[in-house]
């Protein structure tokens, strides 16, 4: 099992810009797909962007193409987030997860961003 950890969430005006981390543990960090997922008040939640083992492919959902950027560093077994350009609408709780066999089974405990108007 791998365990997450994510910072960098925060308030910011929009238009503004953060970066998200998520640091792993464990050693199956550089093999593994992860992702980022969010979660609004009231709302399921969704996915919003996924990146490869090697990070030579990366998925976006269509609302964050053009501002946000997935990568990592797997060096550092550290995955990121750069948002930009941020709408109140990206408020939510962000969360980083593992991809496993099927599904993703690992979790972190979220990064609340903030944006206001």
């Known amino acids: 099992q791998v365990q997450l950890v994510e910072s960098g969430g925060g308030l910011v005006q929009a238009g503004g810009s953060l970066r998200l981390s998520c640091a792993a543990s464990?050693?199956?960090?550089?093999?593994?797909?992860m992702a980022w997922f969010r979660q609004a008040p009231g709302k399921e939640r969704e996915f919003v962007a996924r990146?490869?083992?090697?990070?030579?492919?990366?998925w976006y959902v269509d609302a964050v193409k053009g501002r946000f950027t997935i990568f990592r560093d797997n060096t550092k077994s550290t995955l990121y987030l750069q948002m930009n350009s941020l709408k109140p609408e990206d408020t939510a709780l962000y969360y980083c997860?593992?991809?496993?066999?099927?599904?993703?089974?690992?979790w972190g405990q979220g990064t609340q961003v903030t944006v206001s108007s």
């Open positions: 464990g050693p199956t960090f550089s093999k593994s797909t």
């Open positions: 997860a593992r991809r496993g066999d099927s599904d993703y089974t690992d």
């Open positions: 990146i490869n083992s090697s990070g030579s492919s990366r």
